[in-house]
């Protein structure tokens, strides 16, 4: 079955719907506005993806409805037009949020496409009693009130910035579900001295990218032998002190008895 992914804020989750049998199937591309309807009511989203999914995962997915429409000028106008004051919104929530004595940041709001719901994204440390908030936001704005806990990555990935390497965020830019990114991941790329400061992203934790190679050193590390196993090499045994995968070689400490202590550097073949 062939799918559309939908997503309705950066740090929002993707939504999935049928993908068009006919009229519409050239013009539902990655990128295009979609009318579509949810529990909720009727939202405007963003078409991030177009895949094949098996009957395994369909079953997963739940109901995998069809959408309405896709969206034209007056429906983005009054998605924009729905959003042009959360600015103000969120400085007012900042209020309620400090009338209320929550240890709490905001990060975004967004206001259905139907203008019924309003969502407020924040994070925070361990769970949050916001029900006293909720009533003040809903007394307020006379709408329904959603308040959405993230992570620091999924601010990061709402928020935008560059990383150091001078291009935007891989969370921003193009990553639609966030891994996870695990210190062995540096351990098995040789890069784990390099400190936490230089390998973390701007959430503070691991950068995504490190999991972009980790496979090919994985496969890459079954070739070598273990880190002070005992080898053989031309100038005698010894142990394997350091493995360089980039360079496919490894180096061996050989107690030489006319040369003493001696590092000999091994290759792959």
């Not at 009957?55 to 998605?79: H, W």
């Not at 729905?82 to 709001?109: P, S």
């Not at 206001?111 to 916001?130: C, H, L």
């Not at 001295?193 to 230089?198: A, P, V």
């Amino acid at each position: 079955m062939k799918v559309i992914e939908v997503q309705f804020n950066s740090w929002d989750k993707i939504y999935y719907f049928q993908y068009p049998a006919k009229a519409d199937a050239n013009k539902v591309n990655v990128g295009v506005f979609l009318v579509v309807k949810t529990i909720l009511g009727l939202e405007v989203g963003k078409v991030v993806g177009i895949k094949e999914i098996t009957d395994q995962e369909v079953k997963g997915l739940g109901e995998i409805s069809d959408y309405i429409r896709i969206a034209n000028d007056d429906d983005l106008s009054q998605l924009k037009k729905n959003n042009a004051d959360n600015d103000k919104r969120l400085e007012l929530c900042r209020q309620y949020v400090k009338k209320n004595d929550l240890q709490m940041k905001l990060v975004d709001c967004h206001t259905s496409f139907d203008g019924s719901r309003m969502v407020f994204a924040f994070i925070a440390d361990g769970r949050i009693d916001f029900r006293n908030l909720v009533k003040d936001l809903t007394r307020k704005f006379k709408k329904s009130i959603r308040l959405q806990q993230l992570g620091v990555r999924d601010e990061a990935k709402a928020t935008g910035d560059c990383g150091s390497c001078g291009r935007g965020l891989c969370c921003s830019q193009h990553l639609r579900e966030l891994g996870n990114v695990l210190t062995e991941f540096a351990k098995d790329q040789q890069i784990a001295h390099r400190g936490s400061e230089r390998l973390s992203g701007a959430c503070g934790r691991l950068r995504c990218c490190l999991a972009y190679e980790e496979e090919h050193y994985k496969e890459s590390l079954k070739k070598f032998p273990e880190m002070g196993s005992k080898v053989k090499t031309k100038d005698g045994e010894g142990y394997v002190i350091n493995i360089n995968v980039l360079s496919s070689t490894y180096d061996v400490r050989v107690n030489d008895p006319k040369k003493g202590t001696i590092i000999v550097k091994e290759e792959i073949k």
